[in-house]
């Protein structure tokens, strides 16, 4: 702990210098409608170029996307639309919707940005921070859109278009979350369940408390979740989750030291067999850690092709800071899973 507190004060400070204290306390405004974004090709390994395989993914691509308004960035969550497009969701409630990378030729691609409208604290103050979406779901079938806030504690469910909040709420087993990390995975199962993973809320053993919702987590009628949970990797914690198919989940696992910077690892998850009490099983996949591509990592995303295909996207936070990344990494996903 008293390293990563050195390595975020050093970061911050560093930051100040760069852009000013005034343009630190908050992320930029995004306003709706296009912006240009540049994409630039990575290698997965610097030391290696010509790696293509990170413990038992398939490497097939990785990205840098720098957008020309500084207000692009922040991705804290990610879905692959049923036309290919991506999608993501930034923690200022700014969603940016965009082409896969080198599917519409080389050079900037456009994306189209849209502000989703928020719920407010309903006792005390109203803070910026409230708008602190973390995490997102997608039903492809009716286009439905599902968000989870931290500072508030609460998930959202949006039309289609995301220009209405259709229903929020709040649960009474988060009451005891940390605000500023709580609701960080959030992933809509294909049977209509939804699984949340709390960030820092610790149980047993360093576990993490796991939420699962018998339907959708913001309407009325939904009844109280069946709580588990989940034990990340030694040092790490849990940032995003996506099912896969087969009773599989994947997890995405985040780490800050002030030795390695932030590194990741995503762990797959056996939800078959779920029941109260229960700590979910899970086993390490993938490791990013220096020389490979290493950032914030955030968001996952599960994408399947026209052949049965199952395609992994990773995306990073770069919290709106100079020294960070914001990055996209494809992967495909072997069969055995």
């Known amino acids: 702990m008293r390293a990563l507190i050195v390595f975020l004060v050093l970061v911050l400070t560093a930051a100040a210098g760069r852009y000013g204290l005034e343009e630190l306390k908050k992320p930029p405004r995004a306003e709706n409608g296009p912006i240009e974004i540049r994409i630039r090709p990575l290698v997965l390994d610097s030391s290696n170029p ?164 018998a339907g959708d987590p913001a309407a009325d009628d939904t009844k109280s979740p069946m709580l588990m949970q989940y034990l990340p990797p030694v040092g790490y914690d849990p940032t995003d989750a996506v099912e896969i198919g087969d009773g599989k989940l994947l997890v995405l696992n985040r780490r800050a030291t002030i030795y390695q910077g932030f590194t990741g690892v995503i762990t797959l998850v056996d939800i078959s067999h779920m029941k109260p009490g229960a700590t979910l099983p899970s086993r390490e996949i993938a490791r990013f850690v220096p020389p490979v591509l290493s950032d914030n990592f955030e968001g996952l995303a599960l994408e399947r092709g026209p052949d049965g295909e199952r395609f992994l996207w990773v995306v990073s936070d770069d919290n709106h800071l100079f020294f960070q990344r914001t990055l996209l990494l494809k992967f495909a996903l072997p069969d055995h899973f």
């Open 50 to 213: 010509e790696r293509t395989q990170l413990g038992e993914l398939h490497f097939l691509g990785a990205w840098q996307l720098i957008g020309q308004e500084r207000s692009f960035g922040g991705l804290s969550s990610l879905n692959i639309l049923p036309d290919g497009r991506v999608r993501a969701l930034n923690d200022t409630a700014t969603m940016f919707t965009f082409p896969q990378p080198g599917s519409a030729g080389a050079g900037p691609e456009t994306g189209i940005v849209k502000r989703m409208p928020t719920m407010r604290r309903r006792n005390g103050p109203w803070k910026p921070a409230s708008t602190d979406s973390e995490s997102m779901a997608l039903d492809p079938d009716s286009g439905l859109v599902w968000a989870g806030f931290e500072m508030t504690q609460m998930v959202c469910r949006y039309s289609p278009d995301l220009a209405k909040a259709q229903a929020c709420r709040t649960w009474p087993e988060m009451k005891h979350w940390t605000e500023t990390s709580s609701i960080e995975s959030l992933a809509r199962l294909a049977d209509g369940r939804f699984i949340i993973i709390a960030e820092g809320a610790h149980g047993y053993r360093e576990g993490r408390d796991v939420l699962l919702f």
